[in-house]
Every structure is written in structure tokens, then in C-alpha cells.
């Protein structure tokens, strides 16, 4: 990523994190404020709730109490303590409930046989249980119908005197949509009413102001919690999967005497005005975020024509030098910590430059040096028995010729293997300094080592003592791009230099495997191991730990590897053994990489 884009992302990030965190604070603290108001407008709602029950409550008690003192009330008590015959008066109780407007009425005796029921005249001579909570003087009450249905109804019980007779008066009022009528709302909250009529939820029993209730199924867990519990219970319900469709409801169980509840209202304070300001501050937030989007790019551009671009040209001119070009300069104008910079940059470029020449030419004068150093040490050695060998065969002028002869053959001999050894010394270092370019193509790593166990398995059987050789490869083909000649001569030189850590025998493994993308080559000997020292050193050209050869050997293994793009690298001990890693790109990725 570079710099213009770092700098366009870091001022983004900045403005949006900003604006998003304001806009949460002010939503959070918004929210909060919101809910505390609900909170209060709830409670609020439900206080009135039981003020306006109350004062039904109190309506209903005063027309049952003003009937239970009327004259006609008196006269039936006294009437039917004079005939004790209640058939007469079966149909009392209808018209009293019109004249007083209750909508449940029944005239009990002192057992509690009904004399008159408004709401069921059959009922008459039935028995009504009287055991209303002493401490309340209205209760509510699950009321039977003829046609099988049932209401929940307010109800007070109330005693007639007179005649000597006691007679009871059971009057009330339903619970119902007209009850709801009588409840003053605000305009974004309703009191919905439920009588527990049935055992499992039916929606269309739940009861508004206007009729029957949207999406009543919504309140279902609730009411359900208010009656399972007894107690109040609050939630927030969507109504829809607009967010603004949804209310804090609250949810009163209303109980009997007994305890059971017989009805559950529920108290709905709508959500809207909340969900459309949070909306709203959302909608300035994306405003503003966006706003500063514009800004943030507009800064870094001006920034970018400021920094970033000489900053850019300063990388392009660094790549350049890395990639061998040391006389790249940069041209900035300004004067400024860029332009010093530039300049700077400028002055090391042309050190740089100087000194690249004058390390050239002491490299090169090192190199020939060393090579005329090396070159002399391993000529050195087979020149001197050359030497001797022809000062014995001039001294041997003189001798018989039978002694001559047999001088004059071991002399030949000797010459002759010398000045082999000197022809292989040359062709060794002709070898490393013109080492062919590698002719890719794609070489199967298992294939190779198949033909480097068949070449050197009896090899190794052979010396003494025997050398194991163990050859190991993933499943599959292990397929790279390479000269199969170059790299089965370095693995050769491999197996040889481990055949020479194993003097006393031992074992040697070569193991092919796939790892973290790459191929991977391990040549690994049980042999007497090296420090970490001449580890280090292990692949300086001319360096060696045997007491023959040039030193060349691994540095022509590193030579192949580099020219395959590939790495090497060994790990050793004393005492432990050597293993040399080659790691290969697959065929695959070298021909895309190219």
C-alpha cells in the first residue's frame, strides 16, 4: 500500500471513527433519555390506569349500594319474609339492572339461592357462593352466560335489610370495550384489555378502544408472563419489522378474589418518536461522515502533491539503485526537509558511485590474487614429486641398464598419475568459472532421486565400512523447473561430501517433501558433523575441512541452487551429523514467477 493510499485511509478512518463515535454517544445518551421518559410516561400510564379502575371500581359499588337501599329492594325483602314464596319475583332483577345500568345483577337470599338473575333469569333457585375478600368491596368475577360464553366482569355485593328477611344484591359491571371507552389515553399509547376467558391465547379476545387489536399475537408472551407470574411484567414489542412499529408495553394482571387472574391490560407506549430521532441522527451522521470522506481525500491530496509524491519519487530512485542503476538522482525543488532529503539522497547516490569503482577494483585485484594464491598452493603440490622424479631419472643416466629400467618405469608412473592429478586441478577451476547457464525444463525431484540411488546405492554397499543409503519423497510427482544435469551434479557433490563425513560409516538419507509451498531437498549424513563456525564458511569458494580437494565442490552446489532460484542451507553439530536444505519453487509457480 503506499503512501498516498496510507494517508487517504488513515484521515477516512479518522473521520468516519469520529463521527461514528459522536453519533453513538448522542444516540446512546439519546436512547437513555428516552427510555427514562418511557419509563415515567409508563408508570404515569399505569397510575392513571388504576385511578380510572378505581373509580370504576367506586361507580360500580355506589349504584349497587343506592339499589340494595331503595324502597323496592325493602318491600321484596319484606314481602318474602311475610310469604317466604321467591316465585314472584323472578324477574326483579332485569329491570333494576336497566334502571341502575349495571350489566350484572342477581337478588341472592341469605344461603345464597338466586331469587333473580338478570343476565341468566333460569338460574333461579341456584346457588351463588358469597365470599367476597372482606377487605375489598369490589372484586372481579369469571360470569357464566346462557348461550355458553363467558365475561369477566367488576362486581360488589351489598346487603338488604328489612322484614326481617337478609337478602344480597350481586351487581356489577363488565369488563369490556365500553370499560376501555371510559379510560383516558394519550394519543401515542393504548390500553388494551384481555379476559382470561380461555386456557390457551386467542388473539381475537385481546380488546382496544377502537375494536379488536393488529398483530395482537405480538402480545401473547407477554400477557402469558403477566399471568403466569401474578405480577407486572414490561417488554418491548415490534409489531413489525419497522422499528418504528414497536412499543414499550406494560401488562397488570387483574385478579378475583381468590387470587387467580381473570383479566390482564395492557398499558402501550408507542416507540416512534425514539426510533425516528435515532433515525435521524443516524442520517446526519452518514451526512457528515460522508462530508468528511470528501474532505479527508481532498487533504490527502493536497498533502500527497505535498509529501507523498517527492517521498514516491525518493522510493523509485532507492529501487532503481537496489536494482544496480547507482546513477539515478532525484530532482525536488522545494527546500524544505524533502528537498534536503533529496539532495542527501543525491550525495550518497555519487559516493556510492565512487566507492562501487574503487571496491571493484580492489575486488578484482583480491579475486586474482586469491586465485593465483589458490592456484599456486594446489599446483605446488604435484610439481614437487614431478621435480623429484625427473632429478632421478638424470642421476639414474649413470646406472645399469637393468637398474635404469626399473627406475625409468616407476619414474614414468609417477609422472604420468601427477600430471593427471594437475589436468584435473585445472578442469576443476575451468569448471567454476564458466559454469553453464541452467536449460530449464520441468524434472520430476522423485524420478532424480531414483536414478541418484541406482548410481550411487552400490556405491555406498562398497565402502568400507558400508554407507546405508535411504531415499524418501512425498506421494506423488515433486515437478520444478530445472537443468536435471546441473542439479543431479549438485546432488552428486552432496552425496560425495557426505561419503566423505562418514569415513567410519554410516547413514545417508535424501529426503524430498512438500513444505509451506515450496520443494524441499535434505541431504542428511550421520557423520562427525561441523561447528558453527565452519558452517558459516562452508560455502566460501576455495574453502574446505578435508585434507584434499580445491574447496570448489559446495560452492558450485551453491552456484546451481542460486541459478534455480532456489535457497541452500546446512545444519550441523559436532557430533551430530550434517544435513544440507535445498529449497525449490514448484514447476508451476517458477513458470508463473517468470
Not at 355485593?157 to 383516558?184: C, E, I, M, P, T
Amino acid at each position: 500500500m503506499s503512501l498516498r493510499q496510507r494517508l487517504l485511509l488513515v484521515f477516512s478512518l479518522t473521520v468516519v471513527l469520529a463521527v461514528a463515535t459522536v453519533a453513538w454517544i448522542v444516540s446512546l445518551r439519546t436512547r437513555q433519555a428516552f427510555t427514562q421518559a418511557d419509563q415515567k410516561h409508563a408508570a404515569a400510564l399505569v397510575d392513571q390506569f388504576r385511578r380510572e379502575f378505581d373509580g370504576y371500581a367506586r361507580d360500580v359499588a355506589a349504584r349497587v349500594d343506592h339499589l340494595a337501599q331503595s324502597d323496592r329492594l325493602a318491600r321484596i325483602a319484606f314481602e318474602l319474609s311475610r310469604t317466604g314464596d321467591p316465585s314472584p319475583y323472578v324477574n326483579e332483577a332485569a329491570p333494576l339492572a336497566r334502571d341502575y345500568q349495571l350489566d350484572f345483577l342477581e337478588i341472592l337470599s341469605a344461603d345464597g339461592n338466586i331469587i333473580s338473575s338478570a343476565q341468566w333469569p333460569a338460574r333461579f333457585g341456584y346457588r351463588e357462593e358469597l365470599h367476597p375478600a372482606a377487605n375489598q368491596p369490589t372484586f372481579l368475577k369469571k360470569e357464566e352466560l346462557p348461550d355458553g360464553s363467558s365475561e369477566v366482569g367488576l362486581f360488589t355485593l351489598q346487603s338488604v335489610g328489612g322484614g326481617g328477611l337478609q337478602l344480597y344484591v350481586l351487581g356489577g359491571k363488565r369488563l369490556d370495550r365500553g370499560f376501555l371507552a371510559n379510560l383516558a389515553a394519550p394519543a401515542d399509547t393504548q390500553v388494551l384489555l384481555y379476559p382470561m376467558l380461555t386456557a390457551t391465547f386467542d388473539p381475537h379476545a385481546l380488546l382496544g378502544m377502537g375494536g379488536e387489536v393488529g398483530h395482537a399475537a405480538r402480545y401473547q408472551a407477554l400477557i402469558e408472563q403477566a399471568r403466569a407470574s401474578g405480577q407486572e411484567a414490561a417488554s418491548t414489542i415490534f409489531l413489525s419489522n419497522r422499528r418504528e412499529d414497536s412499543v414499550d408495553a406494560t401488562a397488570l394482571p387483574l385478579k378475583s378474589a381468590d387470587g387467580s387472574v381473570l383479566a390482564v391490560v395492557v398499558v402501550a407506549g408507542s416507540r416512534r418518536g425514539l426510533v425516528e430521532l435515532q433515525q435521524h441522527i443516524r442520517a446526519i451522521a452518514y451526512g457528515v461522515a460522508g462530508a468528511g470522506i470528501l474532505l479527508a481525500i481532498a487533504a490527502s491530496l493536497w498533502i500527497t502533491s505535498r509529501i507523498s509524491r517527492p517521498v514516491e519519487q525518493l522510493a523509485a530512485a532507492a529501487a532503481e539503485v537496489a536494482s544496480g542503476n547507482w546513477d539515478t538522482r532525484v530532482d525536488v525543488a522545494s527546500k524544505d526537509e524533502i528537498g534536503m532529503l533529496a539532495e542527501s539522497f543525491n550525495d550518497m547516490t555519487r559516493q556510492l558511485s565512487e566507492q562501487r569503482e574503487r571496491l571493484l577494483q580492489s575486488e578484482r585485484v583480491a579475486a586474482w590474487r586469491e586465485l593465483a594464491r589458490r592456484l599456486a598452493h594446489e599446483l605446488k603440490n604435484p610439481l614437487f614429486p614431478l621435480q623429484l622424479t625427473v632429478e632421478n631419472l638424470i642421476r639414474a643416466r649413470t646406472l645399469p641398464a637393468a637398474e635404469f629400467e626399473e627406475i625409468f618405469r616407476e619414474s614414468t608412473h609417477t609422472l604420468t598419475s601427477e600430471i593427471a592429478n594437475l589436468k584435473s586441478i585445472i578442469a576443476r577451476f575451468s569448471d567454476f568459472s564458466k559454469m553453464p547457464k541452467p536449460q530449464l525444463q520441468e524434472v520430476d525431484l522423485v524420478e532424480l532421486l531414483r536414478k541418484l540411488a541406482a548410481l550411487y546405492e552400490p556405491v555406498l554397499a562398497q565402502h568400507q565400512p558400508a554407507i546405508t543409503f535411504d531415499g524418501q519423497a512425498d506421494d506423488g510427482p515433486l515437478l520444478v523447473s530445472a537443468d536435471p544435469d546441473l542439479l543431479h551434479r549438485a546432488l552428486s557433490n552432496l552425496v560425495l561430501n557426505a561419503m566423505d563425513a562418514m569415513p567410519g560409516g554410516g547413514k545417508l538419507t535424501v529426503r524430498l517433501r512438500r513444505n509451506n509451498g515450496l520443494v524441499e531437498i535434505r541431504v542428511s549424513d550421520t557423520g562427525t558433523g561441523m561447528t558453527a563456525e565452519e558452517c558459516e564458511r562452508l560455502f566460501t569458494p576455495y574453502y574446505t575441512t578435508k585434507q584434499h580437494g580445491t574447496g570448489l565442490g559446495l560452492a558450485i552446489v551453491q552456484s546451481v541452487v542460486s541459478d534455480h532460484h532456489g535457497t541452500i542451507r546446512v545444519e550441523s553439530a559436532p557430533g551430530r551429523g550434517a544435513t544440507f536444505v535445498i529449497e525449490l519453487l514448484p514447476a508451476a509457480t517458477r513458470s508463473v514467477s517468470a
